[in-house]
């Protein structure tokens, strides 16, 4: 695993001179890293925020306040589980595959590994998705996996800043065995503990040639971002993963729209796509997708394969909790879809888990 060092800027131009490790060990520039840029630079930052490709309201056209707060202080009983969620204690720390094994940890977590290199993608482990101990608490049988139980992890991906998708409690516990982080423009603020040189921020469209074997792009969503009241401070993005010939999509958060399609036709096909399928709403039918648009999203990535996630872990929504993969397995007639169970290893081309374990 090599060293990332950084472009300096000046005035907004960066410095293309070579930098030295401590040891005198001269870096190629493509092993120099983008980051801390002026976010105003970037296309998609317009108005002192970051902007969707399309139009996105927060909430639909004549949804009245009165009903997000109904909604809100009635959840049916059903959007928790009525018993602790089954899990599969895999050890991660001997995986071993020259074929990219994927295991999911309940919502968007989750651990890619191919010929001993280990992406973890999107961890929380705290316990909950909120700012506030107690709120949003994960379900009894979702947090089996903590930081003690990953491996060295090679490169982290965090696709933006919300915390169900960005937990500081776990990105702390995670800096002593991480070797290089990639984020979102902007996102890199939220990364606290790691030294700066660690940290890749990247913009829409933005290709990082991480080793000989290994690239990184990210690609656009239609999402949000903001911790708190303020939204739009940093970009949210999904990401294009081609690891030793294997091309994998990681999709973060977002609502349909033409961005699926556009990705597929530059970067496509797909070995599988990694795509949310939970906490939607037919007040934010913009920011995030019902289950058979992400089946459609799939189709438009060329996707192979389709893992869903962004469900089983937390209720962000007022959906059955496990309303997300009934609707998905339903609707993807001719898509392959793999529904494993939290810690139940995919190993992509050849084990594609599909039992019904969620009707409890």
């Not at 996105?56 to 109904?70: H, S, V, Y």
């Not at 895999?90 to 595959?97: G, Q």
């Not at 996102?187 to 660690?198: A, E, I, P, S, W």
């Not at 656009?220 to 940093?234: D, E, L, T, V």
């Amino acid at each position: 695993m090599g060293h990332y060092l950084k472009l300096y800027s000046i005035n907004g131009y960066q410095s293309s001179y070579p930098m030295f490790l401590t040891t005198g060990e001269l870096l190629p520039l493509q092993a120099m890293k983008k980051q801390w840029r002026n976010l105003s630079n970037s296309k998609n930052y317009k108005d002192n925020q970051f902007n969707n490709l399309s139009d996105t309201p927060m909430i639909a056209e004549g949804i009245p306040f009165r009903k997000l707060l109904w909604d809100y202080f009635n959840k049916p009983k059903t959007v928790v589980p009525p018993q602790p969620l089954p899990s599969v204690k895999t050890d991660l720390k001997a995986l071993s595959s020259d074929t990219p094994v994927i295991v999911w940890f309940g919502h968007s977590s989750y651990l890619i590994h191919c010929k001993g290199v280990n992406i973890l993608v999107d961890p929380v482990f705290s316990g909950h998705a909120s700012p506030v101990k107690g709120m949003m608490k994960a379900y009894p049988g979702s947090n089996v996996y903590q930081v003690e139980d990953m491996p060295e992890i090679d490169y982290l991906i965090l696709t933006h800043n919300h915390y169900d998708h960005l937990d500081k409690k776990t990105i702390a516990k995670l800096k002593t065995k991480t070797k290089a982080v990639y984020v979102p423009l902007g996102v890199g603020q939220y990364v606290t503990g790691f030294t700066d040189l660690l940290i890749t921020e990247m913009d829409w469209w933005e290709t990082e040639k991480v080793t000989p074997f290994m690239t990184l792009a990210a690609a656009p969503a239609r999402h949000f971002s903001g911790r708190g009241i303020k939204r739009g401070g940093s970009l949210w993005a999904s990401f294009v993963l081609n690891i030793y010939g294997f091309t994998i999509y990681i999709g973060g958060d977002s609502g349909y729209d033409s961005h699926f399609k556009a990705i597929g036709d530059k970067y496509g096909p797909f070995d599988i796509a990694i795509l949310e399928c939970g906490q939607y709403n037919e007040a934010w039918p913009y920011i995030h997708m019902f289950p058979e648009q992400t089946v459609q999203a799939s189709i438009d990535l060329k996707a192979k394969a389709l893992l869903p996630v962004h469900w089983g872990k937390f209720t962000l929504a007022y959906h059955p909790w496990n309303e997300p993969v009934q609707r998905i397995t339903k609707a993807a007639e001719g898509v392959i879809v793999t529904t494993p169970r939290i810690g139940e290893p995919v190993v992509i081309n050849k084990h594609y888990p599909n039992e019904v374990w969620w009707d409890l």
